[in-house]
Protein backbone atom coordinates (compact mmCIF):
# COMPACT_ATOMS: atom_id res chain seq x y z
CA UNK A 1 0.00 0.00 0.00
CA UNK A 2 1.50 3.34 -0.87
CA UNK A 3 0.92 6.68 1.22
CA UNK A 4 -1.76 7.72 -0.77
CA UNK A 5 -4.00 4.72 -0.05
CA UNK A 6 -3.28 4.91 3.44
CA UNK A 7 -4.14 8.37 3.19
CA UNK A 8 -7.45 8.02 0.97
CA UNK A 9 -8.43 5.27 3.94
CA UNK A 10 -7.98 7.53 6.82
CA UNK A 11 -9.86 10.16 5.47
CA UNK A 12 -12.61 7.67 4.66
CA UNK A 13 -12.33 6.53 8.43
CA UNK A 14 -12.57 9.98 9.59
CA UNK A 15 -15.46 10.80 6.90
CA UNK A 16 -17.64 7.73 8.18
CA UNK A 17 -17.24 8.53 12.15
CA UNK A 18 -17.89 12.16 11.11
CA UNK A 19 -21.16 11.20 9.36
CA UNK A 20 -21.79 8.77 12.04
CA UNK A 21 -21.61 11.46 14.72
CA UNK A 22 -23.64 14.02 12.72
CA UNK A 23 -26.18 11.11 12.24
CA UNK A 24 -26.49 10.86 15.98
CA UNK A 25 -26.84 14.07 16.82
CA UNK A 26 -29.54 14.41 13.93
CA UNK A 27 -31.36 11.55 15.74
CA UNK A 28 -30.97 12.24 19.51
CA UNK A 29 -32.36 16.32 18.47
CA UNK A 30 -35.09 14.82 16.79
CA UNK A 31 -35.76 12.21 19.62
CA UNK A 32 -35.87 15.35 22.23
CA UNK A 33 -38.49 17.51 19.64
CA UNK A 34 -40.49 14.75 19.76
CA UNK A 35 -40.98 14.10 23.54
CA UNK A 36 -41.05 17.77 23.93
CA UNK A 37 -43.92 18.26 21.43
CA UNK A 38 -45.74 14.90 23.22
CA UNK A 39 -44.90 16.63 26.47
CA UNK A 40 -46.80 19.37 25.10
CA UNK A 41 -49.72 17.64 23.85
CA UNK A 42 -50.14 15.43 27.22
CA UNK A 43 -50.40 18.97 28.69
CA UNK A 44 -53.17 19.61 25.90
CA UNK A 45 -55.00 17.04 27.08
CA UNK A 46 -55.08 17.51 30.81
CA UNK A 47 -56.21 21.00 30.14
CA UNK A 48 -58.78 20.58 28.11
CA UNK A 49 -60.63 17.82 31.13
CA UNK A 50 -60.01 20.58 33.19
CA UNK A 51 -61.71 23.19 31.33
CA UNK A 52 -64.84 20.44 30.73
CA UNK A 53 -65.02 20.07 34.45
CA UNK A 54 -64.65 23.42 34.92
CA UNK A 55 -67.75 24.13 32.53
CA UNK A 56 -69.98 21.39 34.28
CA UNK A 57 -69.38 23.02 37.99
CA UNK A 58 -71.83 26.34 37.62
CA UNK A 59 -74.67 23.74 36.60
CA UNK A 60 -73.38 21.88 39.46
CA UNK A 61 -73.56 24.17 42.25
CA UNK A 62 -76.59 25.67 40.78
CA UNK A 63 -78.38 22.48 41.33
CA UNK A 64 -76.74 22.25 44.90
CA UNK A 65 -78.36 25.30 45.31
CA UNK A 66 -81.67 24.66 44.89
CA UNK A 67 -81.95 21.77 47.57
CA UNK A 68 -79.02 23.70 50.33
CA UNK A 69 -79.43 27.35 50.75
CA UNK A 70 -78.07 27.00 53.68
CA UNK A 71 -74.59 25.40 52.86
CA UNK A 72 -73.41 28.27 51.45
CA UNK A 73 -69.81 27.77 52.47
CA UNK A 74 -69.20 24.63 50.66
CA UNK A 75 -70.61 26.23 47.33
CA UNK A 76 -68.64 29.13 47.94
CA UNK A 77 -65.43 27.24 48.28
CA UNK A 78 -66.38 25.50 45.01
CA UNK A 79 -67.00 28.71 42.98
CA UNK A 80 -64.17 30.20 44.62
CA UNK A 81 -61.79 26.81 43.53
CA UNK A 82 -63.46 26.91 40.13
CA UNK A 83 -62.52 30.98 39.80
CA UNK A 84 -58.92 29.55 41.32
CA UNK A 85 -58.58 27.09 38.43
CA UNK A 86 -59.90 29.07 35.64
CA UNK A 87 -57.90 32.24 36.55
CA UNK A 88 -54.90 29.53 36.41
CA UNK A 89 -55.88 27.91 32.99
CA UNK A 90 -55.58 31.51 31.82
CA UNK A 91 -52.33 32.49 32.79
CA UNK A 92 -49.65 31.67 30.17
CA UNK A 93 -46.77 32.14 32.58
CA UNK A 94 -48.44 29.58 35.24
CA UNK A 95 -46.41 27.07 35.88
CA UNK A 96 -47.70 23.13 35.73
CA UNK A 97 -47.45 23.49 39.55
CA UNK A 98 -49.27 26.10 40.33
CA UNK A 99 -51.90 24.61 37.72
CA UNK A 100 -52.40 22.02 39.77
CA UNK A 101 -52.18 23.08 43.25
CA UNK A 102 -55.40 25.32 41.90
CA UNK A 103 -56.88 22.24 40.48
CA UNK A 104 -56.10 20.32 43.69
CA UNK A 105 -58.40 23.20 45.75
CA UNK A 106 -61.17 22.41 42.81
CA UNK A 107 -60.52 18.80 43.36
CA UNK A 108 -60.61 19.14 47.60
CA UNK A 109 -64.10 21.58 46.98
CA UNK A 110 -66.07 19.24 44.81
CA UNK A 111 -65.50 16.59 47.46
CA UNK A 112 -66.35 18.76 49.88
CA UNK A 113 -69.46 19.65 48.06
CA UNK A 114 -69.95 15.72 46.95
CA UNK A 115 -70.29 14.98 51.05
CA UNK A 116 -72.54 17.78 51.59
CA UNK A 117 -74.93 16.40 48.60
CA UNK A 118 -75.36 12.98 50.36
CA UNK A 119 -77.35 14.73 53.59
CA UNK A 120 -80.20 15.61 50.85
CA UNK A 121 -82.43 12.89 49.81
CA UNK A 122 -84.24 14.85 47.52
CA UNK A 123 -81.12 16.46 45.86
CA UNK A 124 -79.53 12.81 45.81
CA UNK A 125 -83.16 11.71 43.40
CA UNK A 126 -82.71 14.84 41.07
CA UNK A 127 -82.43 13.66 37.95
CA UNK A 128 -80.38 16.83 36.69
CA UNK A 129 -77.77 16.53 39.77
CA UNK A 130 -77.13 12.99 39.03
CA UNK A 131 -76.62 13.46 35.20
CA UNK A 132 -74.13 15.69 36.76
CA UNK A 133 -72.24 13.85 38.93
CA UNK A 134 -72.09 10.85 36.36
CA UNK A 135 -70.43 13.77 34.28
CA UNK A 136 -67.95 14.87 36.70
CA UNK A 137 -67.13 10.86 38.03
CA UNK A 138 -66.50 10.36 34.29
CA UNK A 139 -64.56 13.40 33.93
CA UNK A 140 -62.64 12.80 36.92
CA UNK A 141 -61.27 9.57 35.24
CA UNK A 142 -60.32 11.04 31.98
CA UNK A 143 -58.23 13.50 33.98
CA UNK A 144 -56.83 10.98 35.94
CA UNK A 145 -55.75 8.76 32.70
CA UNK A 146 -54.59 12.22 30.87
CA UNK A 147 -52.28 12.65 33.65
CA UNK A 148 -50.66 9.68 33.94
CA UNK A 149 -50.18 9.62 30.26
CA UNK A 150 -48.85 13.24 30.74
CA UNK A 151 -46.69 12.39 33.48
CA UNK A 152 -44.87 9.57 31.84
CA UNK A 153 -43.79 11.29 29.09
CA UNK A 154 -42.38 13.71 30.99
CA UNK A 155 -40.88 11.11 32.50
CA UNK A 156 -39.27 10.01 28.83
CA UNK A 157 -38.23 13.18 28.21
CA UNK A 158 -36.53 14.31 31.42
CA UNK A 159 -34.66 11.00 31.24
CA UNK A 160 -33.58 11.79 28.31
CA UNK A 161 -32.12 15.24 28.93
CA UNK A 162 -30.48 13.47 31.61
CA UNK A 163 -28.93 10.49 30.19
CA UNK A 164 -25.39 10.30 28.58
CA UNK A 165 -24.98 11.03 25.34
CA UNK A 166 -28.30 12.64 24.40
CA UNK A 167 -27.68 14.94 27.15
CA UNK A 168 -24.94 16.61 25.47
CA UNK A 169 -27.24 17.50 22.69
CA UNK A 170 -29.89 18.90 24.89
CA UNK A 171 -27.82 21.37 26.83
CA UNK A 172 -26.69 22.47 23.16
CA UNK A 173 -29.84 22.86 22.82
CA UNK A 174 -31.05 24.29 25.48
CA UNK A 175 -33.76 21.63 26.37
CA UNK A 176 -35.44 22.19 29.64
CA UNK A 177 -36.78 19.55 32.13
CA UNK A 178 -40.70 19.55 31.69
CA UNK A 179 -42.54 19.55 35.11
CA UNK A 180 -44.90 16.56 36.74
CA UNK A 181 -48.48 16.91 37.52
CA UNK A 182 -48.58 16.54 41.12
CA UNK A 183 -51.36 16.09 42.79
CA UNK A 184 -51.84 15.77 46.96
CA UNK A 185 -52.94 12.81 48.72
CA UNK A 186 -56.50 14.04 49.22
CA UNK A 187 -56.76 14.77 45.59
CA UNK A 188 -55.79 11.44 44.63
CA UNK A 189 -58.98 10.08 45.59
CA UNK A 190 -62.00 9.85 42.81
CA UNK A 191 -64.75 11.50 44.66
CA UNK A 192 -67.31 9.01 45.43
CA UNK A 193 -70.64 9.57 43.81
CA UNK A 194 -73.42 7.72 45.79
CA UNK A 195 -76.90 7.39 44.53
Given at each position: MGTGTVLLIVVVVLLLIVVGLVVWAISAYNGLVALR?????GWAQIDVQLKQ????????VETVKG???????VLTQVTVARAGA???????GATVAQRAAAENQLTHALMNLTA???AYPQLQANRN???LQTQLKDLEQKIAYARQFY??????????????PSNIIAGMFHFIQAQYFEVDE??????????
Amino acid sequence: MGTGTVLLIVVVVLLLIVVGLVVWAISAYNGLVALRNRVGNGWAQIDVQLKQRADLIPNLVETVKGYATHESEVLTQVTVARAGAVRAAGDPGATVAQRAAAENQLTHALMNLTATAEAYPQLQANRNFLDLQTQLKDLEQKIAYARQFYNDVVMKYNTMIETVPSNIIAGMFHFIQAQYFEVDEASRAVPQVRF
